[in-house]
């Protein structure tokens, strides 16, 4: 619950900074999901038997990834 609150507010912000191509403030931005996103994952076992829970789980992943991925493809960065 805590990391789709902090989805939410991560997409209202991003968002209109995407939209006014504002691509390294939304990139800041996003660095509100980091700690909640490492929580989760330390905290949170997403693929559970249970096929409902599993579902609304990776479906938040996905939507995070979503987001992430409209500020740019992280994995095509690299350092010079």
């Known amino acids: 619950k805590k990391l789709f609150a902090v989805l939410l507010s991560a997409r209202d912000e991003v ?17 509100q999901v980091k700690e909640p996103l490492d929580r989760f994952f330390d905290d ?27 500020v740019g493809d992280i994995s095509r960065m690299h350092r010079e």
């Open 15 to 31: 968002e209109p900074l995407l939209r006014r191509q504002e691509y390294e403030k939304a990139l800041v931005a996003m660095l």
């Open 44 to 70: 949170v076992m997403v693929m559970t038997d249970d096929a409902a829970l599993r579902a609304n789980r990776l479906n938040l992943l996905t939507s995070l990834g979503e987001l992430i991925l409209q």
